[in-house]
């Protein structure tokens, strides 16, 4: 087969990328490596430049050629956590003294990370609503920021950003624009050919795609940077396992079509959520009266499987999240099955007090690809509930 990165098809990408057969046995998928050092043909004699398992190993080579290939980037890293790959990110680029300008709706352990892990190593954060060019703006003008971070759309509120616009201003003030990918994933939006310097993503979520793989991974065309992630990942040592990275590279060959009913299944459960009498706000970009709508029209292919919802209060979104029965009430999200989440006391706890605060009667839906019958009927029931 020729190089499937050149093929423009994304699906034929997700298959095919960093997927060439064995070239011993014809083997269609190739080998799990689970080697921890390899012979070498004489001292330094590498045979493809592998030595032991924590520098390289096939499998997560593959894996990575295929992520890059997928965001269209040069380079691609495969970490232990999504967390792992932020981290390296961070410590590849900042040094005490430098600052990070946080979108004011993220991840809340992307805030942890870097307010209360770097934060003692003297690396500041300061937060703006990213979806407002002109603070960002003003925020880079009033005295300048290393890293420009923004999740779009965001974890748990779902704001959408104008990534190339975003870009635009990080340039001009010297600053690396870092998209987190996770939510919309390269099947719906690629923020590099927008612009943005680095991808990051929770291979955990939607690209493993079946709650059973821990991962992370860093995307990016910088040579350079590259360079100092890589040796991050090799010194520091938080590299993807060989079944991490397999079990990865499986999910990923399915993620257009997940994606889709994801999409498919996301849409029709907010229109229901929009409709209902006891609920008072739906957070979904594909819903017309989303603030941020045309935008992610724009700049994503779909509208993604993460619906986000307002309760009438704090109770009430409490015992909804706890009544459902087909969506699971768990951490996590972007696998096959649903899931519902509480964030102010789950996934969002350490960013109670701080500016990224949630709404105590919200509740954050991963639409899995079930019936979306079934999916609607159970929240229908859970809502007859309150």
Known sequence: ??????????????????QRFDPTTGAVIPPVHFSTTYAQDGIGGLREGYEYGRSGNPTRTALETQLAALEGGAHGLSYASGLAAEDALLRAVLKPGDEVLLGNDVYGGTYRLIARVLGPWGVGVRVVDMRDLGAVEAALGERPARIVWVETPS??????????????????????V????????????????LGADVVVHSTTKYLGGHSDVVGGALVLNDDGLYEQAKFLQFAAGAVSGPMDAWLTTRGVKTLALRMQRHS?????????????PKVARVHYPGLPGHPGHDLAARQMRSFGGIVSAELQDAASARRFAESTRLFQLAESLGGVESLMNYPDEMTHASVRGTDLAVPEELVRLSVGIESVDDLIADLDRALASL
């Open 155 to 176: 974890n748990p509120l779902l704001h959408i950003t104008d990534i190339a616009g975003l870009a635009r201003l990080g340039r001009a003030a010297g600053a690396l």
């Open 178 to 193: 870092v998209v987190d990918n996770t939510f919309a994933t390269p099947a719906l939006q690629q923020p590099l050919a």
């Open 1 to 18: 087969m020729s190089d499937p990165t050149q093929f423009p098809g994304f699906e034929t990408r997700s298959v095919h990328a960093g």
């Open 264 to 276: 498919e299944n996301g849409q029709a459960v907010a229109e229901f959520l929009d409709r209902h």
